[in-house]
């Protein structure tokens, strides 16, 4: 009898050490897992800026607004409280800057996308000289990125990794073209930010002479950061 109370204390003791390693074991990874799944930053045919987010679920999220910087940042926090999941924010254009930027207290991550470009609706029809019509870059949880955009009408399309300046290049020319809708898919390195320039080559015509110049607008850096 004694022999029989002494093994069901032992399993018992046994049982309960293996509930609480794997209590502490799913603490773990729920503390490393990402509370951001996917972002989209994007331009409509407008000129309008917005972004757009998915969280996982119970996840509290906090906006913080930096006007000199032109700045939107969404801190992400763990929650036991029902939040929403998807959230969708304008973003505007100041001078010629926005940041978006998020920070997950889950895994210490920060993530900051930059971008420069002008803001259309102070420019007058004759200033739009720009070949974009619309774009957004939307991040995908195994880490890369997808590029999406439009282009106007009778626009060339080539697309260059320029190694020089570890920029992808997307390159817009007066030309022909079968499509008007792109998407890439891009691969950001660990330790260097993904930079993305449309450029926009602009035919100058005179009485006495032609020329091209380039036009990098816009200009789109993603940076991410594992500890802050």
């Known amino acids: 009898m004694k022999k029989i109370s002494l093994l069901v204390l032992i399993a018992t003791v046994a049982f309960v050490f293996t509930s609480c390693s794997n209590e502490e074991t799913t603490q773990v990874e729920n503390q490393n897992v990402s509370l951001l799944k996917t972002f989209e930053v994007k331009r409509d045919a407008t000129g309008a800026y917005s972004v757009n987010f998915d969280v996982s679920d119970n996840t509290k999220i906090d906006k913080f607004t930096d006007l000199s910087e032109n700045k939107s940042e969404f801190h992400l926090t763990s929650s036991d409280l029902f939040t929403q999941k998807s959230v969708s924010e304008e973003l505007l254009i100041d001078n010629n800057n926005l940041k978006v930027g998020f ?23 004759s200033e739009d000289s720009k070949k974009l019509s619309n774009y957004s870059v939307i991040s995908n949880e195994d880490g890369t990125y997808n590029l999406a955009f439009s282009v106007k009408n009778n626009v060339e399309v080539t697309f260059v990794y320029n190694e020089g300046v570890a920029t992808y290049e997307v390159h817009l020319e007066d030309g022909k073209s079968a499509d008007l809708d792109f998407i890439r898919t891009l691969e950001k390195e660990e330790d ?25 607008k816009p200009r789109i850096l993603v940076d991410t950061n594992d500890q802050f």
């Open 192 to 216: 260097s930010p993904l930079k993305i320039d449309f450029v926009n080559h602009i035919s100058n015509e005179n009485a006495k002479s032609s020329s091209e110049s380039q036009i990098r």
């Open 103 to 125: 920070v997950d207290a889950n895994t210490n991550g920060r993530k900051l996308i930059s971008i420069t470009d002008d803001n259309i609706s102070f420019l007058s029809k």
